[in-house]
């Protein structure tokens, strides 16, 4: 009935997990158990199928109707209610303006934590009382989202195992697992299945699109119009930008099917930074001048800001026909620019090959060097926030009430910055490491004293992996 009210000519109905299946090939193979993992926005699903010669046969099913990606949204919302509450005193829990915007924030971080560690959640003017606009502004992580719904992830996890030891298999017998629903794109959820199955999961196609994708195949086979194989092309390597430290951030990962896209939000690496300059590049290897590069453009006009402020969205797209669109737009002033790369590979199967065994052969080399860059990048960013919350907390002028830093902090701190900054010079990680927890250490316990006494706390510092250098001839400096 659904389908007719729709408009579609109704043929026949199939299952989801079945149509999973088909979006795979995995039709295409012969006795094999499948576990398809759905995990969508309102419930959980869990399928067990059995291919035999002419037949998908479902062993087994379970779930849960309460269970979903609106669960974890209103995780997040909570969280986020409870933090506007210590820092402003307000509670808006009863709020229903206030409680809708934190949701359309908390749907963003959550998409964008399943690419980046740290995303920064501004809402401004979320409520006002009678000493003005109350603003929310918090830095979120990966790993407080996870600790977040830890619980609800093992639930699936639970439920799961309950439907395989149903099915009358073992956790060894199953072949394949497909992950279904928008939820799986989570990294903790895909590293607890792959740990549950000891394998893999499919996760390649779209997961929202993934049943659909597998009902239009059915309906091509019916009509006749697919018959043996089903090709879907793939990016050969993975395509990304240059991040700070010269590291490669990968945008779209190798054999993702096309069309596809991928938006992500960067930052500027300097004070008052201007511009950025978006270099395009396509490889396996960690380090961008590893990598082949397939294009280059500026954005200018960004405002004058405090490094990590400034929001850049770029955007990756992919159509059927390999044509590859990057767009960078400034979320302040909605200044845009773009290029398009046709033939976005152009490389030879042999290059291909050789890019592909040269990430392999220099995995470990190329770990070293992005740690080395990481480091760096935090250790730079930890000397900013530290000095910016000497200049701003220390001065004779800060606000009436609010902390002052001690000489001998501010002492204390100079020392540790300088020490930081001279074992920066050099490429000892584990002198970088220690210097930069040393520093952290005084940084953390001054801000603890400074908040108790009244001061504003300090703004998270930005995450370096989403920041872009600026466009400098001296790029080697930032590398």
Request: hydrophobic share 35%; aromatic share 4%.
């Amino acid at each position: 009935d659904a389908g007719e009210i729709a408009g579609l000519n109704v043929k026949r109905v199939i299952n989801e997990p079945t149509a999973a299946a088909l979006a795979y090939g995995l039709d295409k193979k012969k006795d094999e158990k499948i576990v398809v993992y759905d995990f969508g926005g309102g419930t959980f699903d869990i399928s067990v199928l059995e291919i035999g010669d002419d037949t998908i046969e479902v062993k087994s099913t379970g779930g849960d109707t309460h269970l979903g990606g609106d669960d974890i949204d209103q995780r997040i919302i909570g969280y986020f209610v409870e933090e506007f509450k210590k820092d402003s005193g307000v509670d808006i829990s009863r709020d229903q303006l206030a409680l809708q915007r934190l949701k359309d924030a908390a749907e963003k971080a959550k998409h964008e934590l399943s690419s980046t560690l740290q995303t920064e959640v501004n809402v401004p003017f979320l409520t006002a009382d009678a000493s003005g606009a109350k603003h929310f502004n918090i830095s979120f992580t990966r790993a407080k989202l996870e600790e977040l719904i830890k619980d609800l992830i093992d639930r699936s996890i639970e439920l799961t195992k309950k439907t395989v030891d149903e099915s009358g298999f073992k956790f060894s017998d199953i072949n394949e697992v497909v992950m279904v629903g928008g939820q799986t794109r989570m990294p903790l959820i895909v590293e607890e299945v792959k740990k549950l199955f000891s394998k893999e999961p499919h996760k390649d196609i779209n997961p929202d699109e993934v049943v659909a994708l597998g009902a239009a195949i059915q309906g091509g086979i019916m009509q006749g119009e697919i018959r043996d194989v089903l090709l879907l092309d793939v990016t050969p390597l993975s395509l990304g930008i240059e991040t700070l430290g010269g590291v490669l951030t990968k945008m779209i990962e190798k054999n993702t099917t096309v069309p596809t896209s991928k938006t992500q939000v960067f930052s500027t690496a300097a004070d008052n930074q201007p511009s950025v300059e978006i270099h395009i590049l396509q490889g396996e290897r960690a380090m961008a001048h590893d990598n082949k590069t397939l294009g280059k453009f500026i954005l200018d006009g960004i405002p004058p800001a405090p490094r990590g402020i400034p929001q850049v969205e770029v955007s990756f797209d992919i159509d059927a026909n390999g044509i590859l669109n990057v767009k960078a737009k400034d979320k302040a002033t909605n200044k845009e620019q773009s290029v398009r790369i046709e033939g976005s590979s152009g490389l030879t199967e042999e290059e291909k090959k050789r890019m592909t065994a040269d990430a392999e052969k220099f995995a470990a080399e190329d770990a070293k060097r992005k740690e080395m860059a990481e480091v760096k990048n935090l250790a730079e960013t930890l000397i900013y926030t530290t000095e910016k919350m000497v200049k701003d907390q220390g001065a004779p002028d800060a606000p009436a009430g609010a902390g002052k830093i001690k000489e001998e902090d501010k002492e204390e701190l100079k020392v540790k910055s300088e020490k930081l900054k001279s074992e920066l010079k050099g490429d000892n990680l584990e002198e970088i490491k220690k210097a930069t927890e040393e520093l952290s250490k005084v940084a953390q316990r001054v801000g603890a004293e400074l908040y108790k006494a009244g001061a504003e706390p300090q703004p998270t510092p930005p995450n370096p992996e989403q920041e872009i250098p600026k466009e400098d001839p001296h790029t080697e400096e930032k590398k």
